[in-house]
């Protein structure tokens, strides 16, 4: 089954076609990076404006490198929540119009559901069920994927995600967007045990998590520091920061591990290309006998093939969706309904 997949929630205009959900036949993405570093961050309208100019190419691009031609497509999947609003209707705009012109079925793909379903790109041999930690910049969580379409999520944080902690400070300390990447480089060169930095305590949920008291404290640190005039060790900061980041993310997963007895571990989402996230996941995993799943850099990132990935399994379990498909800036990636 050849899926035409469609992925527009942020700043990466994305089309990919993938094979029955695990062969990515090629995957085409116009990258906004340069133009929104000018701004230290995304610009909502302005990345509006170039997923319409770049869609439509980046589609035509995608027919002439497989060489598959329109009739070719069994179905068309889109991002369809959650993310920018303006930018998720562009992709479900598109990807309305090209079901509707081709007379193929509509699959409506939850942004997180592709983030996990990169996994199964990146290991063909990976099924449910299995635990996944997805980090990016709009989300933490521990899902329990039961089922390719049946998932439960187990924590999740109760304020600021870890990529958007990640990217603020390394923006308060005047590192190029996309900061978690660029702080995390430093990290490399830094001593984790320079600052003593909060790491947040469980409430009702031992799985759930905080990040806004550590970006407070680091950002406070920073600010103190400039008032008073005292140097900043800074590769020392982002090394503290990732070192508090992680520490808050991996015992919360090893204890997942323990209550479901999973001892298969994925990890999803742009910040799973952190290094030492990747790290510390990997030697929990090892310490528990279980395989960790970490998708290459690549992969990491939004882009359309593990959106056409996850659309094949939405499509086997009946989750289509007709012309009346609206895009949503926030949705629950449980049990969705279209």
Do not use: W
């Not at 230290?40 to 997923?51: F, N």
């Not at 400070?169 to 045990?193: E, F, H, I, N, W």
């Not at 503290?240 to 323990?258: G, I, K």
């Not at 850099?297 to 939405?314: K, P, R, V």
């Amino acid at each position: 089954m050849n899926i035409l997949a469609v992925e527009s929630s942020c700043d990466e205009t994305a089309v990919a076609i993938v094979r029955d959900g695990r062969e990515v036949l090629c995957d085409c993405i116009a990258s906004q990076v340069e133009l929104h570093r000018i701004y230290g961050g995304v610009v909502p309208e302005i990345a509006s404006r170039k997923h319409i100019e770049a869609i439509y190419g980046l589609a035509e691009q995608a027919l002439q490198k497989t060489g598959l031609s329109r009739k070719d497509i069994d179905a068309v999947a889109v991002t369809y929540a959650p993310g920018l609003i303006g930018a998720v209707l562009v992709g479900v705009n598109f990807a309305k119009a090209a079901a509707l012109a081709l007379g193929k079925p509509l699959i409506p793909v939850h942004h997180i559901r592709g983030h996990i379903a990169a996994n199964y790109i990146a290991y063909p041999e990976l099924e449910p069920p299995f635990l996944c930690l997805v980090v990016s910049g709009g989300h933490t969580m521990i899902i329990e994927v039961k089922d390719y379409t049946n998932m439960q999520i187990l924590g999740t944080t109760l304020d600021d995600a870890a990529g958007e902690s990640f990217d603020k400070v390394a923006r308060v300390l005047g590192m190029p967007y996309p900061g978690g990447a660029a702080l995390d480089a430093m990290a490399k060169q830094g001593d984790d045990t320079k600052y003593t930095l909060p790491r947040s305590k469980p409430g009702v949920n031992p799985l759930d998590m905080s990040f806004s008291g550590l970006k407070t404290a680091a950002l406070n640190l920073i600010h103190h520091a400039e008032q008073v005039g005292e140097e900043l060790d800074i590769p020392g900061l982002c090394a503290s920061f990732s070192a508090a980041v992680s520490d808050t993310l991996v015992p919360r997963v090893v204890q997942a591990a323990h209550i479901t007895g999973c001892r298969k571990i994925a990890v999803a989402g742009g910040v799973a290309a952190n290094s030492r996230i990747r790290r510390y996941l990997q030697a929990a995993a090892d310490k528990l006998g279980a395989t960790l799943y970490a998708p290459p850099l690549s992969l990491c990132g939004d882009n359309a093939a593990m959106i056409g990935a996850q659309a094949y399994y939405e499509f086997i379990a009946g989750n289509v969706a007709d012309m009346g498909l609206n895009a949503y800036a926030t949705k629950s990636i449980l049990g969705e309904t279209v």
